[in-house]
């Protein structure tokens, strides 16, 4: 049986335009959107769309309940990149964060993000799937654009698959960059940009970029994304091709990041 959506929607938005979408859609479909902000860079588009939004950092665990209760929120969606520096730009750790803190046995994503599912679910809130108010924005397989691939280039996309998927297993991270079937980076802390960044340096023209969803990927959370942004590092680094998981993938800006790789020559596509 498919889930009855309230009216009035909570969205917890991170970094970057996927919030945005969201509340784009959402708005658009007749949902009223209630906004937590946890980044001022898409704070002043998140009003367009949203009838409240309210700024905390991401450590403020307690008002940020009181304010989803406030609100009689009962169904929310977290989206967008809450990046670890983000946490440390504002380390607001109120004494629920610093508990967590205290007895969590590993900082990684996965275990943040079901504490704070668990903690929503303690007074009566459901975390949904992220990509609820976003199936348009979903990758489907292919090559997506007119540079297609060559023999050379497949075969760094099988191994570094096979890689990525092992690195999502741990938890460590989503993406590797790879060049003649050598791991020249593995995505840890700093996040997409910075490994590709990173495994260029190393790879030197015509790397191969890798981002794959996590096996048993929870859909509420930490779903694989990329975008404009991420095709302008692979041409600052000199990379010639990103490969993600087929229809496990959002792709933000399609038309914009499909007539740049085209543009520069980037090959871009889902398996």
């Known amino acids: 049986m498919s889930l009855e959506l309230d009216n009035k929607q909570g969205l917890i938005a991170g970094n970057g335009q996927l919030p945005v979408h969201l509340a784009k859609n959402a708005k658009e479909n007749g949902f009223e959107v209630v906004a937590i902000s946890l980044s001022s860079d898409n704070r002043n588009e998140l009003k367009k769309y949203c009838s409240k939004v309210y700024d905390f950092?991401?450590?403020?665990?307690?008002k940020i309940k009181k304010v989803l209760l406030d609100e009689s929120i009962k169904q929310l969606t977290f989206i967008g990149k809450v990046s670890k520096s983000l946490v440390v730009k504002r380390p607001r750790f109120d004494s629920l964060a610093i508990e967590f803190l205290k007895r969590?046995?590993?900082?990684?994503?996965?275990?943040?993000m079901l504490?704070?599912?668990?903690?929503?679910?303690?007074?009566?809130?459901?975390v949904l799937d992220q990509t609820i108010f976003?199936?348009?924005?979903?990758?489907?397989?292919g090559v997506l654009g007119k540079t297609q691939p060559n023999e050379e280039f497949l075969s760094d996309v099988e191994y570094g698959y096979k890689i990525a998927k092992e690195m999502g297993?741990?938890?460590?991270g989503q993406?590797?960059?790879?060049?003649?079937?050598?791991?020249?980076?593995?995505?840890?802390?700093?996040?997409?940009?910075?490994?590709?960044k990173r495994g260029c340096k190393l790879g030197k023209k015509?790397?191969?970029?890798?981002?794959?969803?996590?096996?048993?990927q929870d859909k509420r959370f930490d779903i694989p994304a990329f975008g404009l942004n991420t095709l302008?590092?692979?041409?600052?680094?000199?990379?010639?091709?990103?490969?993600?998981?087929?229809?496990?993938?959002?792709?933000?800006?399609s038309k914009k990041t499909i007539e740049f790789a085209d543009k520069n020559n980037i090959i871009v596509m889902a398996v």
Do not use: H
């Open 104 to 112: 969590a046995k590993r900082l990684n994503d996965d275990a943040i």
């Open 57 to 62: 950092a991401p450590g403020e665990i307690l």
């Open 232 to 253: 302008k590092t692979m041409k600052k680094y000199k990379a010639k091709l990103i490969a993600v998981e087929a229809n496990e993938t959002i792709l933000v800006d």
């Open 169 to 172: 297993q741990l938890d460590i």
């Open 115 to 126: 504490f704070l599912v668990d903690e929503l679910a303690k007074i009566g809130i459901t």
């Open 206 to 216: 015509d790397s191969v970029i890798v981002k794959v969803a996590k096996p048993n």
């Open 175 to 196: 993406s590797v960059v790879i060049k003649d079937r050598m791991i020249m980076a593995i995505e840890a802390i700093e996040g997409t940009d910075n490994c590709i």
């Open 134 to 141: 976003i199936k348009d924005l979903m990758v489907p397989r």
